[in-house]
């Protein structure tokens, strides 16, 4: 079972911060939105660059085409200025013809060498964040499964899908280009100097008021977009618990309440957006507003200066043009280390979870110490003495010690909760025993590597699961090349062939997400096919207990005992006819094994089997009599 509970403790348990609600911080914190790196760190760029490796040649290309074009364009403005000086020359049409040339051509390269400058930083930084990607999921198929029972499917999916856009938006979005920007500032100010130095300090003056502002503005917008994240958050959990109760929602008529509550989700969203895009546009009013005023004091100064020192009309030109240039990379540069903070605390998150040390690993390391194997060539499966427990401190089965010989049929019973489907998943290794040990053909299941005890079983679980695709695609899961004859033979066996050929479309029918399209009934019986198909010599089958049709239950039945005959079965039983088929019960009470042996040994001891047994039965007539 996926809970997706949040543990404040493993979140670091604080308050709801002022001005949020409860449900807020605790999405936030769920979704880890709130924690934005707030310098530069090097491991995490370090981690970065094994992904990055492979495709750097791409990126230096880029750099080295940016630095290019930032030292193209601060050129035009100097040649502009140097082109109205020579007007004062005589030979000015000359000069005039050949410095538009020289603009003309300077600008052509500055353009044409944009475009794969963008191209190829986008390329690297999309490349790489793909192999990421890959990699993390990679990286979720060898967790073991208590990992997900303690990590909210939400976050994996952050982890896999936002993390790694923010870093490749480090790239689409031009954050590297800051260093373009750095080398054009600094040149700006290099030239401006030469030129002119009283000039370029009346400008300059403008710099820290200006620098002040855009980092408070700066911060305020990242707090919006912090909001935004978290707002976002909000709204697809809301979305995705409306979607997938929608049966709910229609059956108790609660459109109304739910298109309410949406109402509220959806303003306090639309208010955070509302919030980063007039501080965006504060922002770039309040630059161009310093611009024209720069401008205005470099004319007015010039006009001062030119009744004893007259400033000469190219300079005039060249400033104009640098101040229109200069306060843009001071504005970009704090927006674009925004961006690279965002992008290294997506990496920063990623590389938690990369860290994990539950490795659900494919060759286990030696068997615990004392944990002998024994060799029993008559056992198939046997747990001996096993205590387990999900979460530490509650235990769920209590020195449980079942075993089941080649061939032998087992069913377990007991109430719900018991234990039960425990039991298969230790046998499965899907999660380990805290005490006792767990075999399988005589080998600890520790010891034994992952495919090959998986290979062993065929499991059919309560909830089946069905993949898009198709039915035949779905029988042969696990394979990819479907073996057709091998799917109508499994059909076939469980008697089942005629129900799904029947459709439209027969075995290649489409399967909807999550097998939507067909039957609770309809996905066992598929899964039965699936048992069948992959012909393991153990198999485990979750009974369903949802009510169905008696056509249905009749296949079911037909499938069942096609899927025992020749193999070892754990069944964890809940029809009546099934208990009687096999060779022995097991009876749990709470995580307790408390009865064992075969039906009629069980009824005429008069336990709890016989106490179960009994209830189901009376059950079983009461609704035949109806
Ligand atoms: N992944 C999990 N994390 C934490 N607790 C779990 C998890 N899966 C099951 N449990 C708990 O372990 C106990 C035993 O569950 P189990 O599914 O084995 O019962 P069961 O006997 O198969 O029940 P049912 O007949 O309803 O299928 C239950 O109390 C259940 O809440």
Redesign the pocket.
Same mark, same amino acid.
């Given at each position: 079972?996926t !809970?997706l509970s949040v543990d404040p403790k493993a979140n670091g348990a604080k308050a709801a911060a002022p001005g949020k609600t409860r449900a807020e911080t605790a999405l936030a914190r769920f979704h880890e939105e709130d924690r934005l790196g707030e310098g530069l760190d090097a491991n995490i760029l370090a981690g970065l660059w094994p992904f990055m490796r492979p495709h750097a040649k791409w990126l230096v290309l880029s750099l080295v085409l940016l630095l290019l074009g930032s030292g193209l364009a601060v050129l035009q403005p100097w040649l502009m200025g140097r082109t109205f000086d020579a007007f004062e020359h005589p030979d000015a049409a000359r000069t005039l013809m050949q410095m538009g040339a020289l603009i003309l051509v300077l600008k052509l390269v500055e353009q044409s060498i944009a475009f794969p400058q963008v191209y190829l930083m986008q390329l690297a930084g999309a490349r790489a964040s793909g192999d990421l990607r890959a990699h993390v999921f990679r990286f979720l198929h060898t967790r073991k499964l208590g990992f997900f029972?303690r990590t909210p499917v939400g976050r994996l999916v952050t982890r896999v899908t936002n993390d790694v856009d923010a870093i490749n938006e480090m790239f689409a979005s031009g954050t590297l280009n800051a260093i373009g920007d750095l080398v054009r500032l600094v040149l700006i100010i290099v030239v401006m100097l030469r030129r002119d130095w009283q000039l370029a300090l009346i400008t300059f003056v403008a710099v820290p008021p200006v620098a002040l502002g855009v980092m408070w503005t700066r911060r305020r917008i990242r707090d919006a977009f912090r909001e935004i994240r978290v707002k976002t958050a909000r709204m697809n959990a809301y979305l995705n618990e409306q979607i997938s109760g929608m049966a709910v929602v229609q059956a108790y008529a609660r459109e109304e309440q739910s298109a309410l509550e949406f109402d509220d989700i959806n303003e306090a969203y639309r208010q955070a957006n509302n919030r980063s895009i007039v501080f965006d546009a504060a922002l770039d009013a309040a630059i161009e507003l310093v611009q024209s005023l720069c401008i205005a004091a470099v004319l007015w100064y010039a006009g001062v200066r030119s009744l004893s020192d007259r400033v000469s009309f190219g300079t005039l030109v060249t400033f104009v043009a640098y101040i229109e240039m200069f306060f843009i990379p001071i504005r970009d540069l704090s927006a674009r280390m925004t961006q690279l903070q965002s992008a290294l605390a997506g990496a920063e998150r990623i590389f938690q979870l990369l860290d994990n040390k539950d490795e659900d690993a494919p060759v286990p390391a030696a068997a615990a110490e004392g944990q002998a194997e024994k060799k029993d060539d008559t056992i198939a499966f046997e747990l001996d003495h096993v205590d387990f427990e999900? $979460?530490p401190g509650v235990p *769920?089965l209590r020195d449980v010690s079942i075993h089941a010989g080649k061939g032998e049929k087992i069913a377990l019973v =007991?109430a /719900? =909760?018991? =234990? $039960? !489907? /425990?039991v298969a998943s230790l046998l499965l290794r899907l999660y380990e025993a805290k005490q006792g040990s767990v075999r399988v053909f005589g080998r600890d299941v520790r010891n034994a590597p992952r495919d090959e005890l998986r290979k062993s079983f065929a499991v059919v679980p309560?909830e089946v699961f069905l993949f898009p695709g198709t039915i035949a695609s779905n029988i042969a899961a696990g394979d990819v090349e479907v073996d057709r004859a091998r799917v109508v033979r499994a059909l076939e066996r469980i008697g089942a062939l005629d129900l799904f050929e029947r459709r439209e479309g027969g075995l290649e029918a489409k399967v909807e997400e999550r097998g939507s399209n067909f039957s609770a009934g309809e996905r066992q019986l598929i899964a039965f096919a699936r048992a069948l198909y992959r012909d393991p010599p153990i198999l485990v089958l979750d009974e369903a207990t949802a009510n169905i049709d008696s056509d249905t239950e009749a296949r079911l039945q037909k499938a069942v005992w096609a899927a025992m005959q020749g193999r070892t079965a754990l069944i *964890?039983a809940h029809r009546l006819s099934t208990i009687r088929a096999v060779d022995r019960i097991v009876v749990?009470h709470k995580g307790r094994v408390v009865e064992q042996g075969s039906h009629e040994t069980l009824l005429a001891q008069g336990g709890a089997y016989a106490r179960l047994y009994q209830l189901q039965f009376s059950r079983t007539e009461a609704h035949a009599a109806e």
């Open positions: 079972m !809970t029972d999900y $979460k *769920i =007991g /719900t =909760g018991a =234990g $039960k !489907t /425990t309560q *964890i749990f």
